[in-house]
């Protein structure tokens, strides 16, 4: 006797939409991604990103502008991606910003440094 596979199939191709429509749903809203990519925007400002790195500062700032779009029209993982990408750019464009203070400031040092050993040697002749 040949088991009865007419309700089995239609009910597994259900089941198998059921998933697929809950695997293609806009997930959570990344609020707290949202308010990290703020934040480190806000830090890379105070780094004076805006002078040593305006370029990927503002990367950042319109990454930051075109997630909140998405979020508003509830495309939450496009829109936790640019999120991720504007924290990163933040924090880069922070990174460099305080690399290239800390460049010249040991440059500021050296030549100071170098002056004062001038002035040494004049002042031993």
Known sequence: MKPNYSILRPLTVLGLAVSLMACAGPGPRPDSQLQSAESDIKQAEAAD?????????????????????????EQYREAERLLEQASV?????????????????????NTTIENLRKQLKMDQQ
Not at 54 to 65: D, E, G, I, Y
Not at 89 to 109: M, Y
């Open 49 to 73: 990103a805006r002078q040593f790195d305006p370029v990927l500062l503002n990367q950042a700032k319109n990454k930051l502008a075109d997630a909140q779009q998405l979020m508003n029209q």
């Open 89 to 109: 750019d933040a924090q880069l464009a922070g990174a460099r910003s305080e690399t290239e203070k800390a460049r010249r400031a040991v440059a500021e040092i």
